[in-house]
């Protein structure tokens, strides 16, 4: 759905929204996406979209616990995530507005 930062499937997002509930390893961050969003993260997306927000500043990886790595989001994600959450509200309000006016055929 357009460019890799917008939209309800964006794995950056969705991993955000995540971690917006508290700190979470990936495997807890993919079944909360999963019952949230009905979206399934397969590994590789999972970690390459936590890769990107790490070096944005948008999460921070905490100690390890036993094997598994927990991720927090930042005060920056947390903005980030407001922002882009707000634009889709907006865009679900116009949306919505149209359609009850008639428009779908």
Do not use: C, N
């Not at 955000?16 to 590994?43: C, F, M, N």
């Amino acid at each position: 759905m357009g460019s890799s930062d917008d939209g309800w499937s964006d794995p950056g997002m969705l991993v955000l929204g995540s971690l917006a509930g508290g700190p979470k390893h990936g495997y807890a961050i993919t079944e909360d996406v999963r019952q949230t969003a009905a979206v399934t993260l397969g590994p590789g997306t999972l970690y390459g979209a936590l890769a990107r927000l790490e070096s944005r500043g948008f999460v921070r990886a905490l100690p390890t616990e036993d094997r598994r790595k927990p991720y927090e989001l930042t005060a920056a994600g947390a903005t980030r995530l407001q922002e882009q959450a707000q634009a889709m509200r907006e865009f679900s309000r116009t949306a919505l507005r149209r359609l009850a006016a008639g428009g779908a055929a």
